[in-house]
């Protein structure tokens, strides 16, 4: 992976590029709330085949907050003028968990420029099947990205799946994770608030594979079903894992997503 700072009209973004095949379209990838490009290694590491680009959000890792708060409208322009800049023209893409939502959005937008869509662990934002509600106070706050010892205790109630039971798995989750700031994950969560891809859906024309955990506390498996009903070349792959599934299957998942691009 090479990093690197770019400014992307007025918005320093860090960019990670893993290089891979040129005469296919680079894979680019959201990232989920609060993550920042180190914690999706184990993936693109099972990954063989395209160009994977990867950046933190703005307030995320080593971006820097932005002024003002953002919408995902705001973020597929930015990632438009970031393709520009690395001179990618026609891109696939992957959206996980909260990034899923700006992979609709970019889909939906710049639709010229994304091929093929992958959607994983992620719905159609505010107009969805709502996880546990215990769960979801956990993620109203960023503590455990700060406090390894709470991640420890909670990682498998909040993420299921492979993480149940699994300390190594967390440990290994964890070291992974470049904290930045309370306001930029704020800003995340404010960014999808009221969002909704659930009207325009039905206009998405990408050939879509939607993926979803079969025990993900967070995004129930329901959505991917809404997802891939409601998308009109879309199809469904569950996988016997939960939200973290990219990571914690990695190998399992990177098959399926292989074979889908190519």
């Avoid at 690395?86 to 710049?110: I, K, M, P, R, Y």
């Avoid at 969560?189 to 039905?202: N, Y």
Wanted: hydrophobic share 40%.
């Amino acid at each position: 992976m090479q990093i690197s700072l770019h400014d992307v009209g007025g918005q320093i973004l860090r960019v990670g590029v893993r290089r891979g095949q040129q005469r296919r379209p680079p894979l680019l990838l959201f990232n989920g709330i609060g993550a920042n490009i180190e914690l999706v290694e184990p993936f693109l590491d099972a990954l063989d085949g395209p160009e994977a680009i990867i950046f933190d959000a703005p307030g995320v890792g080593g971006s820097p907050a932005p002024r003002l708060p953002y919408r995902p409208s705001m973020l597929a322009r930015l990632s438009a003028r970031l393709l520009d800049q690395l001179g990618h023209e026609q891109v696939d893409v992957l959206g996980v968990s909260w990034g899923g939502a700006l992979a609709q959005q970019f889909a939906f937008q710049q639709g010229k420029r994304c091929r093929r869509l992958v959607l994983a662990a992620t719905s159609p934002g505010h107009l969805m099947v709502p996880g546990r509600l215990s769960v979801l106070l956990k993620l109203a706050t960023p503590r455990r990205y700060k406090d390894p010892d709470y991640m420890q205790r909670i990682a498998g109630d909040i993420y299921g799946g492979a993480l149940r039971g699994s300390t190594e798995l967390v440990h290994r989750h964890l070291r992974h994770v470049c904290w930045s700031s309370d306001y930029g994950y704020y800003l995340q969560l404010i960014a999808c608030f009221g969002w909704s891809s659930l009207p325009w859906l039905h206009l998405l024309t990408q050939p879509t594979l939607v993926m979803a955990g079969t025990d993900d506390p967070i995004v129930p498996v329901t959505n991917g079903r809404i997802l891939a009903n409601l998308i009109p070349r879309a199809c469904l792959s569950t996988i016997d894992d939960g939200h973290l599934f990219l990571i914690t299957s990695a190998c399992e998942s990177a098959a399926r997503i292989s074979e889908f691009l190519s």
